[in-house]
């Protein structure tokens, strides 16, 4: 196995411990910094694949998360600036009278993981939040709203009516949580759905890439 | 997971073992050992349960059949301190010797015996006078058994205390005593392990089974991280880790999802 490959499937167990040191010796073999980035972001959608189709568990997949983060602390001085997070920024939140934050989250890890920068706006969030921090953040490539509640889903349709008639532009949105589907989700107009985690951080790639 | 296993299955007081032993039935005591260290025990006990004019031959017997299958280390139990002591010499990796307490020479004879070794030690809560009825008298006896131990350096880490874990019908206080005893014992020695038959608990009640995970549950909450039990039950086994995983002692839960994938509980696939 070669030491990129061996990152990647360490990565992909999860092994806090190990990935900052075999990046390190990545780059000592004169491994190029964006190659053991796109191995990183390989191995974690991998284990988003592996999530989506219920073969790992909740925990594994952040461990792995939090495995990639050690290793891109020790690639980010060799990174230009911003390259580990090249596709853009992505705004999420969990829509307005809803407090649920643990899908939100795993959803924010994921998509990061898979190269975003995140701007993690938290819970019960108004459509004017979510307009602010568009405005206010550079390059924002996505938007993703979360809900948990089906009373929630009335805020959930306000929130994307509200930024798709903001006459803001340059991004997509992608919506998800419990009870949404993916018809609601063309319903309301939004851009994308996603029923995970893992699945959100695949649609996500594939929308800043259309 | 840091509960530490003794396996308890390798005992001439159970039927079938006792059969396995008087036919030399080998294989019978070499699968039991190869089981046992694949599920997960970290000590196998090995108790002949025979007369004592034969006790030693057997324990030999028993201790060779088990080293031939497995490195997982021996428990040596039995009741007499002699032939812990001959047993010993026996095993080709320290173990645990099962057990001593306060009754007689018992631990004069063992703790000099493993002074300057690896072995570690089951010592039960109990002296001449039988098995003290407080918990003020169980922790004076264990007072008594850590100046022991301190005379012939043993560290408290090699150390399991047992402090006697007894039948709950006739209990008037359930395990009130038990877990009283528990939580001191390990408060004044963090490094110290605290240990029990957990079948013990439900000696004469039906369906065992409940009381002995109830009982396991609420001892390791009290901070028992040592059990003699069988590993090849794999309700209990999940359990242990579902408890550790409880207890924050198992980050996110990943020796829990582990041992499933291992299958060591959960449904089988």
């Known amino acids: ?210 | 997971m840091e509960m530490i296993i003794i396996a308890e299955k390798i005992n001439g007081s159970i039927p079938s073992v006792a059969k396995a032993i008087a036919q030399k039935d080998a294989d019978f005591i070499r699968n039991l050992a190869k089981a046992q260290s694949g599920a997960g025990a970290d000590f196998i006990d090995v108790c002949a349960s025979v007369d004592t004019d034969m006790e030693v031959e057997t324990m030999k017997w028993l201790i060779d059949l088990v080293q031939e299958v497995t490195e997982t280390p021996i428990a040596i139990d039995s009741p007499s301190a002699d032939v812990c002591a001959e047993a010993l010499k026996l095993c080709k990796r320290p173990g645990l010797v099962n057990s001593v307490s306060l009754e007689g020479d018992k631990i004069d004879i063992i703790f000099p015996v493993i002074a300057d070794t690896k072995w570690e030690c089951a010592a039960l809560l109990c002296d001449d006078t039988g098995i003290p009825k407080s918990s003020k008298k169980r922790l004076e006896v264990f007072l008594t058994i850590m100046e022991k131990a301190k005379e012939y350096n043993i560290d408290p880490s090699r150390l399991h205390i047992d402090p006697i874990i007894e039948m709950l019908c006739t209990s008037e206080t359930g395990i009130k005593i038990i877990v009283d005893v528990m939580a001191r014992i390990k408060a004044q020695y963090p490094a110290i392990h605290v240990t029990g038959a957990a079948s013990n608990i439900s000696y004469n009640l039906p369906a065992r089974q409940r009381i002995n995970q109830a009982f396991v549950v609420l001892a390791m909450n009290a901070g028992m991280d040592s059990v003699i039990l069988d590993p090849l039950n794999r309700n209990i086994m999940g359990l242990i880790y579902a408890t550790e995983a409880l207890l924050g002692k198992d980050e996110y839960c990943i020796e829990y999802i582990n041992a499933y994938r291992e299958g060591v509980f959960g449904t089988k696939k």
């Open chain 1, 1 to 210: 196995m070669s030491k990129i490959e061996e990152v990647k499937s360490r990565v992909e167990a999860g092994k806090t411990k190990l990935v900052s040191g075999l990046v390190q010796e990545a780059l000592d073999e004169g491994n190029s910094p964006n190659d053991i980035l796109q191995c990183m972001i390989d191995g974690m959608k991998v284990v988003g694949d592996r999530f989506s189709a219920g073969e790992i568990f909740v925990p594994e997949m952040l461990i792995a998360a939090k495995a990639m983060k050690k290793g891109v602390e020790v690639l980010e001085p060799h990174l230009a600036d911003g390259a580990s997070t090249s596709l853009g920024t992505c705004i999420i939140g969990t829509v307005e009278g809803d407090l649920h934050d643990i899908g939100k989250n795993l959803v924010s890890l994921m998509i990061g993981s898979a190269g975003f920068h995140m701007v993690d706006l938290g819970v019960d969030v108004p459509a004017a939040k979510f307009f602010d921090a568009i405005k206010q953040n550079k390059n924002v490539k996505l938007v993703a709203c979360s809900g948990l509640l089906t009373t929630t889903m009335p805020a959930m349709k306000e929130t994307v009516k509200a930024i798709k008639n903001s006459g803001l532009t340059g991004f997509k949105v992608i919506v998800g949580g419990a009870p949404i589907t993916p018809e609601y989700a063309s319903e309301i107009g939004a851009d994308a759905y996603a029923p995970d985690a893992g699945a959100a951080a695949e649609k996500a790639k594939e929308m800043v890439a259309a």
